[in-house]
């Protein structure tokens, strides 16, 4: 049998997938906030951000196919942290927004948030962090 010449520990793939978990752990190491999932954080982050949006254009936001965000609107309207409107210039067209509970809640998990990002880049310096950030965007295109 030949030699395997490619290393589990060099593997770009293995290596984010690890560093996406750390920082799924580190987000959830005080509970979820809300009950919220790492999926329905960034919809809802995403949306705080574009304060309205209908659903196909907030799934492209938070890179999610349509069947996906689809289940996490659902789901979050059921909660109440997201509201459904009528766009009054379409009226075929459906705008969503946070409801004031997604507001509060969003609020708790941007904290969290920030201190799961901050733990997990701890180890690198200002410099390492924006590079690291610049090289990701990079590769996503």
Do not use: C, W
Not at 67 to 88: C, F, K, W, Y
């Amino acid at each position: 049998m030949p030699p395997v010449t490619y290393s589990l520990d060099q593997s770009v793939g293995h290596l984010l997938r690890r560093a996406h978990q750390r920082h799924a752990s580190l987000f959830q190491d005080r509970g979820a906030v809300g009950g919220l999932t790492p999926t329905q954080f960034a919809t809802l982050l995403k949306l705080g951000e574009l304060g309205r949006a209908t659903q196909n254009a907030l799934g492209r936001a938070v890179a999610l196919d349509p069947a996906t965000i689809q289940g996490v609107v659902a789901r979050l309207r059921d909660r109440g942290l997201v509201e459904a409107s009528r766009d009054p210039l379409d009226r075929r067209t459906v705008v969503l927004s946070l409801a004031p509970a997604g507001e509060t809640v969003l609020a708790e998990a941007v904290g969290q948030g920030r201190r799961a990002n901050e733990q997990l880049l701890a180890p690198l310096t200002a410099e390492d962090r924006q590079d690291l950030i610049r090289l990701l965007r990079r590769i996503l295109g």
